[in-house]
């Protein structure tokens, strides 16, 4: 350095490499290699799959506490929900020991006016349980197939109840399982009674939604929205009380004398697994008796098959007298 000048470059304090934009350069190019490796010849998996063995335990060990927070929480809600349901179940424990109290009262009150009137005790409808295995593969019906059959004395007309109410009938019957037919088939149809009315009509299936309808009601009819309607048990089929629907909606049009009413069924048949299926009420009933006229008719036909028995016997003793007073004549 010449005497007399100053250099205005100041001395390196560290070494430099490759500059920024080459390292950028570099390293985008071989991460553009590892992805096309990884993709064609699979090159990374063995150390892809490598690092996960390894990184497992400390994984794990990370993961303990937000395990234990989260298990801490759900322990908590869960008591909580625990202890939440336990009132209400307790709530609706002491709600059925008073409506368990009532209906016994009831019961006893209904015996003792049946034994005053000479009534015949109410029928024990016979059921037997059973699993819905399927829905029928026609998606214009709406039907179901039950693990029971003919086997387990399944009959053809047997209505298929839930807990919730009646569900449909039982339409078709093989060895091991049975066809049912659900009420929001557009070919079921069930007679129903109002309970807060008592008037009878006739509810039918193929409603959108699954829903169902009153059909051939009145226009002027005395039903409203929120209604139940049960089985009325005279048409032999269906026991009497059982839940079947509710009125959803009442669309009353003068100018065609009748009302639309929409049905939501009390059964859902979805996400049912368990159903019962009832015997016929009409194979529990008493035989029917004979008609007063035809009685007559027998007993008439009966004395007339008399008369002429002993006409004809009074006919064949007199031509025997008369026989016999003219050989003795001869």
Known sequence: MPLGTLDRTPPPFFRQGASAATKLAFFAALALFLM???????????????LAVALLPV??????????VAGGSEYLQGLTQALAGERAARAALAAQSAKLASLEQQGADNR??????????????????????????????????????????????APVIN?????????????????????????AAIPVINVRTQQRAAAFGGGTG???????????ADVRVGDQLQTGGLDG?????????????????????????????????????????????ATQLPARP??????????????SAAKSATKST????????????????Q
Not at 36 to 47: N, Q, S
Not at 59 to 68: F, S, T
Not at 265 to 271: H, I, V
Not at 294 to 303: I, P, Q, V
């Open 290 to 303: 004979e008609p007063a006229d035809a009685g007559a008719r027998d007993e008439g036909a009966a004395k």
């Open 210 to 220: 699954g829903t169902m309808e009153l059909r051939f009601t009145s226009a002027n």
């Open 112 to 157: 003792h006016l049946r034994a005053l009137l000479e009534l015949a005790p109410q029928l024990v409808v016979r059921s037997t349980p059973a699993q819905v295995l399927y829905e029928a593969a026609d998606p214009f019906t709406r039907k179901v197939i039950i693990d029971g059959g003919a086997t387990q004395g399944i009959e053809s007309g």
């Open 163 to 187: 807990e919730r109410g009646v569900l449909g009938q039982v339409t078709r019957v093989y060895a091991l399982t049975s066809e049912v037919t659900l009420l929001a088939d557009k070919d």
């Open 36 to 50: 096309v490796a990884d993709a064609r010849f699979k090159l990374v998996t063995p150390l892809r799959a490598a």
């Open 59 to 68: 994984q794990r060990v990370l993961a303990v506490p937000l395990e234990l």
């Open 237 to 281: 089929v269906y026991p009497a009380g059982l839940a079947v629907a509710t009125v959803a909606s009442v669309d009353r049009r003068v100018e065609s004398g009748f009302a639309r009413i929409v049905l939501t069924p009390a059964a859902q048949p979805d996400g049912v697994r368990f159903v019962l299926v009832l015997a016929p009420l």
């Open 314 to 329: 009074t006919r064949r003793g007199g031509k025997a007298a008369a026989s016999g007073a003219a050989a003795r004549a």
